[in-house]
């Protein structure tokens, strides 16, 4: 298989702390979400390589619900609802979120982010233009994601801006202790970064993502004007110390084939995130924390339906509106499980792969776990329904080696929402009931592994209520979960 490598570019930025949110609050109705994006599509394979038969139908259920017979039940050990949120149907909500050890939780959606410091028993809502400036390029505008490290007992925070009057991008990284969270999340360490710090200093920027590893955190975000994903890294130790901090990064323009790509999470020495060069082919891209370069490699595997997604609602609307534009069939769920395997998902849409192959009905969850030494498939299954669809899988892993998984589901006879479970248990598990389906579902759900409990895995994402009179617009209903066995 072919191997190419290039090298990192450099670079180095000083932090700013903050306290106290002093900054005068920008009027919620100047925030938006970014729409207008570059569409990439992924080609059909010109080698088919036919599924013959798909794995078992994943049933839904609802949580403390008796499991279906032969299953082992995943229980919420832990369930809350910070504020709601009342936007249009073709909003996005944007979950991430990250827990703590000392039970402080962060939870983010698209134009705030909840603070708990109970184990989400009470919340308090920050607002990010009152606590860090609006001076970077076009202001705060809506993406955001948390992670914590336990290593080095720090919350990292990635809020994405606007592009300025020249169209260049930006984001602002932020970290703080647990400890510093709790006692006020008002106090931050933060850094600035712009599209010209990568050599595209008229492009804008969108759909970032974070992981780490033992040594360093990774991030990543698509740039417009090359048409691939950018991935950086940065030193733990020099985030900690909330200093200046050396970074390092690629070039986006060589890896196309992984836009809208999530990062690989829980890897232990190097960042890994994956491409598909058509849909038939995973392109894994590695960056070793050792070295100063990074490559690729490509894996077959059973090809995948490329059509048009969509899932219309008991309401009429068609909650993979957004889905069929962006981010289409990026891998959005990596996680590197215990031995160094690496398990991904993907949204594939309706239809069949190849000729011959299984036709689905809908929509649906494809798995692959890659052996990263031998670079060869050592599994593949599909998460799939006849009566609906499930759509922006993400993943984790626990102390037991256990893959967990958040994803959306919805269809004729079921409001979009989302559910939890554990990768080849084909059951996924919720418990609050969507009375609306919203016209852009995503573009984020987020699993992480609890902090508190090794066995368990923390969700983040959402259900969605009706307003009464007004049939343009959804309550919605944010969720920090821990599940498990």
């Not at 505008?141 to 930006?170: S, T």
């Not at 110390?241 to 020495?269: C, E, F, M």
Request: some cysteine.
């Amino acid at each position: 298989m072919a191997v190419r490598s290039a090298k990192l570019g450099r670079g180095q930025v000083d932090g700013v702390f903050v306290k106290g949110a002093p900054h005068p609050r920008v009027d919620p109705s100047k925030l938006y979400d970014k729409q207008p994006r570059p569409l990439r599509e992924v080609p059909s394979t010109r080698k088919p390589r036919r599924l013959r038969a798909p794995s078992e139908p994943a049933r839904v259920a609802r949580a403390d619900d008796r499991p279906p017979k032969g299953r082992k039940p995943v229980r919420f050990h832990e369930y809350g609802t910070p504020g709601t949120l009342t936007k249009n149907l073709t909003n996005a909500a944007d979950m991430s979120g990250a827990d703590s050890e000392r039970d402080v939780v962060m939870l983010s959606g698209n134009w705030y982010c909840d603070v708990s410091t109970d184990g989400g028993g009470s919340w308090t809502r920050l607002d990010p233009t009152t606590i860090f400036p609006e001076t970077l390029a076009g202001g705060f505008c809506c993406d955001q994601i948390v992670i914590y490290v336990p290593k080095f007992d720090r919350f990292v925070w990635f809020l994405q801006y606007g592009a300025d009057a020249g169209g260049q991008g930006a984001f602002r990284i932020a970290s703080a202790s647990s400890e510093s969270v709790g006692d006020d999340p008002t106090a931050w360490t933060y850094w600035d970064f712009v599209a010209g710090d990568f050599g595209y200093a008229t492009s804008d920027m969108d759909y970032p993502d974070l992981a780490c590893s033992s040594r360093f955190l990774y991030a990543s975000t698509d740039v417009f004007g090359s048409g691939g994903r950018l991935v950086m890294r940065i030193p733990l130790d020099e985030l900690a110390a909330g200093g200046t901090i050396n970074y390092q990064y690629t070039d986006p323009a060589k890896s196309t084939s992984a836009w809208g790509a999530h990062l690989v999470q829980q890897t232990r020495s190097q960042a890994v995130w994956v491409g598909q060069p058509n849909n038939s082919t995973l392109e894994v891209f590695t960056m070793p924390d050792g070295g100063s370069t990074y490559s690729s490699f490509t894996v077959p595997v059973a090809t995948w339906p490329n059509g048009s997604h969509s899932s219309v609602g008991p309401d009429g609307n068609d909650w993979l509106t957004k889905l069929r534009d962006f981010p289409n069939f990026a891998v959005t769920g990596g996680v590197e499980r215990r031995g160094g395997n690496v398990v991904l998902a993907w949204s594939a849409s309706s239809g069949k792969g190849s000729s011959s192959g299984f036709d689905f009905p809908n929509t649906h969850g494809r798995v692959a776990e890659i052996d990263m030494g031998t670079r060869s498939v050592v599994s593949e299954m599909q998460v799939w329904n006849p009566d609906y669809a499930f759509a922006y899988p993400a993943l984790a892993a626990n102390s037991k080696n256990e893959v967990g998984i958040i994803l959306g589901w919805g269809g004729a006879a079921n409001h979009a929402n989302c559910a939890m479970g554990i990768i080849g248990d084909f059951v996924v598990w919720f418990r609050d009931d969507s009375t609306r389906t919203v016209q852009r579902f995503g573009d984020y759900l987020t699993t992480r592994p609890a902090q508190r409990n090794g066995n368990l895995f923390a969700g983040f994402g959402y259900f969605v209520t009706e307003v009464a009179g007004q049939p343009s617009k959804c309550t919605y209903n944010p969720i920090y979960v821990r599940y498990g066995r």
